[in-house]
């Protein structure tokens, strides 16, 4: 059964690196002033204890947002699109940072093309940094990645519909780096279409499954993640 599903998407494809930055808001373009004025600088890091540390680094986050950490195994398996794209941000040489990235052909959306694309499948970072604005400076620098790779587009890893929470802002923060709501379809489980759709439209199941993620994160394997894996991993 088939269920919506929307991300901020960037089309990037015969743009140069000054045409997309124009496109990104003030405010945004304000931030990764600062983050680069602060001295932040990036660094690919793909060995076995980098990961680790980029692991906890990351379940951290998800901690923080309200989400139960996952086992090292079950990430491993999450952030395999990424390939080798594995990157630390860093100030005066400390680790403030770190981020991941995954590519994506529209076959992706379930589209019959071959245009590509970066979807970042990790970022995070340590408090005592964001004063630095590392988000700011992480985004950036995978949609410059995305365009000096010549990629076709950068899609921001998910936009939720009918957002509530913090998601809100999350929302809005992915809306300003010059992209646009991009809707497309995928296959689920019949109860699992059910779920999601209860969730979304109705603020008394958000709430429920918002209590039990903060106590029990996803149980077993989310279908959803499982079809980023699947969709993400033959196009690298």
Partial sequence: MRDINATIRIDIAGKSEEEVWRGVKYTRRKYVQQALKAGLYYEQAN?????KKMYEMHMKTLVEGGTAAWTYERWKKFVKPAGNRFFYVKKDGKIAGCFALGVVTEKFYSIHSD??????VVYASLKKYQQFRTHDYMYWITIKYAVDNKY?????GGWQIKARGHLQHVNKFKEEWGGNVYYYYWDYPFFTVLRRKLIRNFGIFWRINQWFKRRLGKVGKSVHDENVITKSKSNN
């Fill in 152 to 156: 076709d587009f950068v899609d921001l």
């Fill in 47 to 51: 060995r076995e204890k980098d990961l």
């Fill in 115 to 120: 245009k590509n694309g970066i979807r970042p």
